[in-house]
């Protein structure tokens, strides 16, 4: 089954908010908002040159944690691969990397076999520039909720989100599983629609601009069960924010914090990196907006492919996770914790406007990719990258 892009709108409008003062791009002349002037969801309604600028300064609009990067880098050796006569067939017409390229306003793609760069391309972008990643960051989530359990923070799968957020506590979320969390199939009912005013999305989102955290615990206790926890796909971005909240109260510190302790630094990312946190809780969004540079993203695919072992040799997530979390839920056989799945036995982690990150471990290889597509999902675009994707697999 291949790709649904969630649109993130639905995470940054729930916890969004801008804290940076008023700055300005020499590369394109265009100025950065300020405070006053932008919210996170506006990410969302941007002109292709302004997608372009502020897509890879998301750190100067928007309240961020660094995620710190170590000084031990993860060596990457070269071995370029001419892809110019690469042609695949797409709309019955016969598409080239140049084409795909400019079609669909990709900034960056890279391919890794193991630890070597086959593929490595920039479109307007630099190799130090940290682009967005939108709802790339669940699957990073996955990734931390495996290492929580490595070290002892999370018992079982099987504990209730009440365990964790008491605040819920008499609620429908007494019967929800952190297993149903990461499936999106908690069943609890939930209307997720930014285009209407009285959607459940849309209500919480006010309540979060205006009246915080215990507003919105209050509105979710009143919410319904539509059907048996773990049997319906639901997608429900108020609920990646509750598992990252979950996260943050089992490790004692930022989701920030933990990814670099955890993986960035002892998988020797080369750059920092940000990860956009909400007003009211002050917590990273656990479904959204991480930017890193496109090696970091492709070195991130490799961690997961190589199973959560660091440099060292260390387990750093549980030995079963990457299986568990690319296995299909009984809900959606295309979803996994947080993981899309593609054709078997790869995965991958999607976000809106074109990002992706594809795993093909019978193969040894990650495609990463960063665009800024001109809406947010299409299925024109989900095609015209599954058939890239393809035809760069099969060429390796």
Known sequence: MRKFYPICLIVIAIFATCTSAKKSSSAQNI????????????????????????YQNADRIL?????????????????PTNLSDLSFSFKDTIRTIKDFINDTRTVGIIVLKNDTILFEKYNKIQPTSKWINFSVAKSVTSLLYGAAIQDGYIKSLDQKVTQFIPE?????YDSVSLENLLQMASGVAWKEDPRDRESDLMKVARLEGTQGWPAIVS????????????????YNTIETNLAALILQRVVGKTLSEYLSEKIWKP????????????????IELGGCCISATLRDYALLGLFAMNNGIDLSGKQV??????????????????YGYYWWLGSSPRYFASGS??????????KKI?????????????????????AMIGAMMSKF
């Open 317 to 334: 997530l549980d030995p079963g996770w990457m299986k568990r979390a690319t296995t299909a839920a009984r809900s959606n056989p295309g």
């Open 219 to 234: 509105y979710l206790s009143k919410l319904k069960l539509a059907a048996a926890p773990g049997t319906k796909f639901n």
């Open 63 to 79: 309240p961020t944690n660094k995620i710190e990067a170590g000084k031990k880098k993860h060596v990457l050796t070269e071995a």
């Open 31 to 54: 100025s950065l908002p300020s405070i006053d002037s932008f919210r996170t969801a506006d990410l969302f309604f941007l002109t292709a040159d302004k997608q372009l600028v502020y």
């Open 366 to 386: 990650v495609i990463a990719v960063q665009s800024h597509w001109p809406t947010a999902y299409s299925s024109y675009y989900v095609g015209y990258i599954d």
């Open 353 to 362: 406007f074109g990002q992706q990150i594809e795993i093909d471990p019978s």
């Open 168 to 172: 819920l506590a008499g609620s429908v």
């Open 267 to 282: 998988f020797g990312m080369h750059s920092d990196a940000n990860w956009v946190k909400s007003r009211s809780l002050g």
